[in-house]
């Protein structure tokens, strides 16, 4: 079974810092996807980034990319310029390649961010 | 709709009582997934079904949980004879197909059992 840890229960940054958040996972399994979700107050999980084991390339979206180190099993975030609307709760999750979606997402505890005025 | 539909949004019920809970996913979207989120255990797997097959139920936290997907698309999760410990907020997402493409997550549901 493969597991995701985030070992930030909380972060606080002010406005406009960049602030990296971690996330490391246990798989035996060769290709697979990442994926970083952000939870706000409403509930409602919304995709921040998405990589596939595969590409040896960063995944980037605006101002979210991350940091993809396969061999240490590591998959970070990094938010440039963080805004306030950035406040939420961060959730990293793994999906199995070969399971064909049977398993669904593993997710980590998450990390509170916290963007300070 | 656009997006990922879950009624109700909220629900209270009473300890020994039977609840089902609505997932109306994208339209056209294949996949379809239940989790759970509470405190203490964080986001949990339940289920997955491919159009309207759920291949693995074993992720279902008792034999009090089934889930059914009719026409492909509507689902429902259905709890009977609920426990304090179900209460949890009950999420459904949806995506296109089942090769890691993005998930669209509902706004969930919040089961209290009081």
């Known amino acids: 079974a493969q597991t995701v840890t985030q070992s930030q229960p909380e972060m606080s940054v002010q406005e406009a810092e960049t602030v990296t958040l971690s996330c490391t996972y246990d798989t035996s399994e060769n290709n697979y996807y990442l994926f970083w979700y952000k939870q706000p107050p409403s509930r409602q999980m919304i995709l921040v980034i998405r990589?596939?084991?595969?590409?040896?390339q960063n995944a980037t979206e605006n101002r979210f990319s991350v940091n993809f180190q396969k061999a240490a099993k590591s998959f970070s975030l990094k938010i440039s310029d963080s805004q306030l609307g950035d406040t939420a709760m961060y959730f990293c999750a793994f999906m199995s390649y070969s399971g064909g979606g049977a398993d669904g997402l593993t997710f980590g505890k998450g990390t509170h961010l916290i963007i300070q005025p | 709709g656009a997006g990922v539909s879950q009624s109700p949004s909220n629900k209270v019920t009473e300890k020994g009582k039977d609840v089902e809970l609505r997932c109306d996913p994208i339209?056209?979207?294949?996949?379809l997934y239940w989790y759970r989120q509470s405190l203490g255990q964080g986001l949990e797997f339940l289920i997955y079904f491919q159009g309207n097959s759920a291949p693995d139920k074993s992720g279902l936290p008792s034999d009090r949980f089934s889930a059914e997907r009719t026409g492909g698309s509507v689902s429902t999760l259905t709890i009977q004879r609920t426990q304090q410990e179900d209460s949890a907020v009950y999420l459904c997402?949806?995506?296109?197909?089942?090769?890691?493409?993005?998930?669209?997550f509902g706004q969930g549901t919040r089961l209290t059992v009081v």
């Open positions: 339209s056209g979207h294949t996949a």
């Open positions: 997402a949806s995506s296109l197909d089942n090769r890691g493409t993005e998930a669209f």
């Open positions: 990589q596939e084991a595969y590409k040896q």
